[in-house]
């Protein structure tokens, strides 16, 4: 059907995920780069913020990695 048509294109096509990822991590890199406000900012919201940002590209290192060692059935 349908959605097996649409699963067939997105196994067929990696590269829209691994730029789907670049392009995350970029954002991510660039947020976190940006120079902060001049007040202090708290340690436990630096140390949240750096939690979910190592947390984030965990998901998308494991993602991709899923993705181009995963099983390759046609």
């Known amino acids: ?3 097996a048509a649409i699963l067939a294109a997105m196994r067929e096509t990696p590269s829209v ?3 789907t990822s670049v392009v995350l991590v970029t954002i991510l890199i660039l947020t ?7 007040e202090a900012i708290d340690p436990t919201l630096a140390i ?11 998901i998308i290192v494991y993602l ?11």
């Open 64 to 74: 991709v990695v899923a993705n181009t060692r995963g099983p390759k059935t046609r």
């Open 32 to 38: 976190f780069a940006a120079p902060a406000k001049a």
């Open 17 to 19: 995920l691994k730029l």
């Open 1 to 3: 059907g349908r959605s």
């Open 48 to 58: 949240s913020l750096a939690s979910v940002a190592v947390v984030a590209i965990i």
